[in-house]
């Protein structure tokens, strides 16, 4: 049976909060894109970002991060804790991804979306931005390692700016076959080569694009965005086909 289009319902309410975008035009889902938005933002940016991609016979799910920022500050973020580097005041990154993990890879793509809604792995995508693609990353590897699935490589994960979270643990004997693509900037970015080593470590095929500009902002024009709509189009199911142009992202 093709898998059926995911509700909100679906979803465990009491563990996850998020909204879904549909296919364009009623089209019946063939997969699935996982949107994991930066540290202090909410689901709703990429809420946005879901409807520009219109991606064919894809529901996008753009999912806030699990926990509130302190101080009154707006926005979510996916670390366990908070952290602050003492020396710039900077809320650091990298703050463990234990719960966001759990959450993102067995109640969001095992119990709801595999179980539940009938998707294979390999129908589902991951898109994070910075610290959201450091959670990206933490849950397809956690994913993999789920042992009751009998395959468990999903479609593809894409992090701009994100890297693998320190907790993650390596093996070299059990490489994810996930395919990977890290986009970032060419200078101040967070996108080294030690933080490349180590998700070259945990996945079987990873690429990597420097962005001609410093820092790991989201992609800005034409140049940036073709890797991403390249990988869109050799990675998700399509009979229409991605779109080769093309997206402005706002």
């Known amino acids: 049976m093709p898998p059926r289009q995911p509700a909100v319902e679906d979803f465990p309410a009491n563990k996850v909060t998020l909204t879904l975008t549909p296919p364009p035009n009623n089209q019946p889902p063939t997969n699935v894109l996982i949107l994991l938005h930066g540290l202090g933002d909410t689901n709703s940016s990429f809420e946005t970002l879901g409807r520009q991609l219109a991606l064919p016979e894809t529901t996008c799910i753009s999912i806030r991060g699990p926990k509130s920022l ?6 979510f973020h996916w670390g366990d804790d908070i952290v602050f580097d003492q020396a710039s005041g900077v809320m650091e ?4 991804f ?6 993102i890879a067995e109640d969001v793509i095992k119990s709801t979306l595999v179980e539940k809604c009938e998707f294979r792995p390999r129908e589902i995508m991951l898109f994070g931005f910075g610290q959201g693609g450091m959670a990206a990353l933490a849950a397809t590897a956690h994913f993999s390692g789920i042992d009751d699935l009998p395959n468990p490589e999903l479609s593809g994960v894409i992090s701009i700016g994100g890297v693998l979270p320190d907790n993650i643990r390596i093996s070299n004997l059990r ?3 996930t395919p990977v693509l890290i986009c970032g900037g060419e200078r101040s970015s967070l996108i080294t080569s030690t933080a490349l080593d180590r998700v070259k470590n945990a996945f079987e095929f990873v690429e990597v694009r420097h962005w001609k500009k410093a820092g790991d902002g989201m992609p800005a024009n034409r140049e940036e965005m073709t890797p991403i709509m390249a990988f869109f189009a050799r990675r998700l199911k399509s009979i229409r086909g991605i779109p080769k142009g093309s997206v402005e992202i706002s």
């Not at 302190?70 to 926005?75: A, I, K, R």
């Not at 234990?98 to 959450?103: D, L, P």
């Open 93 to 96: 990154f990298d703050t463990g």
């Open 175 to 177: 490489k994810c076959k």
């Open 98 to 103: 234990t719960h966001s993990t759990r959450v």
């Open 70 to 75: 302190p101080f009154d500050l707006e926005g």
